[in-house]
């Protein structure tokens, strides 16, 4: 119960005490990760000044 | 191999061939530094008037500058202690100019938010490189945190020819932030360490 408890806590944390070297798959994770932020999230969410829309979420309906 | 290393390979090849190019033309690595930051601040230019496919297309062409540098100054055998402090603060420049680029963009935008937003992401983008340097005057190495200056550069370029800037300021301020964090973390311990085994 403990192990299953301190994984979730111990990958939190060594994505935010990173120390992983580029062309790792843990830095492939984390890219896919920020990509998926940037391209997936609607502009409008974040009220970008520059673009607008839902982006690909508003493709889904 | 993982798809960043098979990536870095790609982007390799042609500029291996502008590598050995400019040391075919002994151009001076620190002039091609130099180069680098006024092609920057062309980018910077761009992104101020909110054209950020052109922004994004120069930002390609001054990073490659700010790429090769190194590499050609070690090929020449031009290496020098000046050089890498001549590079680092250069890049600072170049750093800086493309968020007063977005700053200037937001600012005409009316949009207080982002210039706010921007200013952070640039504030603690300048901070994860003093802290390094800081960190490394005082222990041997300090190289922690994710988001460093080619992460930076990558997710602005893909902000700009994806028009999705306003969430890649957000990463690159979150991350700068925690990268920050990091440093300050890593080098407490290492010094507290350190005090231990003089102890």
Redo the contacts between chains.
């Keep these: 119960m403990k192990r299953a408890a301190s994984l979730p806590v111990r990958v939190l944390w060594n994505a935010?005490?990173?120390?992983y070297e580029?062309?790792?798959?843990q830095?492939?994770l984390?890219?896919i990760a920020?990509?998926a932020?940037?391209?997936l999230?609607p502009?409008d969410w974040?009220?970008?000044?520059?673009?607008s829309g839902k982006g690909p979420i508003g493709w889904i309906k | 191999?993982?798809?960043?290393?098979l990536i870095?390979r790609v982007c390799m090849f042609p500029l291996q061939l502008i590598i050995s190019g400019c040391v075919a033309l002994r151009i001076h690595p620190n002039i091609l530094t130099f180069v680098g930051v006024l092609i920057n601040v062309a980018a910077a230019w761009a992104l101020g008037l909110?054209k950020?496919m052109t922004a994004g297309l120069i930002m390609v062409v001054a990073n490659i500058f700010d790429f090769i540098d190194g590499k050609v100054a070690h090929e020449l055998n031009a290496v020098s202690a000046f050089g890498g402090f001549w590079d680092s603060v250069i890049d600072r420049f170049s750093d800086i100019s493309l968020f007063i680029g977005l700053i200037y963009?937001?600012s005409r935008?009316d949009?207080t938010?982002?210039v706010m937003v921007t200013a952070l992401a640039m504030m603690f983008a300048i901070m994860t490189s003093y802290t390094r340097a800081r960190a490394e005057s005082l222990i041997s190495k300090c190289k922690?945190?994710?988001m460093e200056r080619?992460e930076r550069i990558v997710?602005f370029m893909?902000?700009a020819f994806?028009?999705?800037?306003?969430?890649?300021l957000?990463?690159i301020l979150i991350?700068s932030i925690?990268?920050v964090?990091?440093r300050i973390?890593y080098t407490y311990r290492a010094l507290r360490d350190t005090r231990e085994v003089l102890a």
């Excluded at chain 2, 191999?1 to 290393?5: D, S």
């Excluded at chain 2, 994806?162 to 890649?168: I, L, Q, S, W």
């Design positions: 935010f005490f990173w120390t580029r062309a790792t798959w830095y492939d984390m890219v920020i990509l932020f940037v391209w999230t502009p974040l009220g970008d000044p520059m673009a | 191999m993982t798809f960043t290393g870095g909110g950020f963009l937001y935008l949009r938010d982002y922690v945190g994710f080619p997710l893909i902000g994806t028009n999705r800037m306003a969430a890649v957000w990463v991350l925690f990268t964090a990091d973390i």
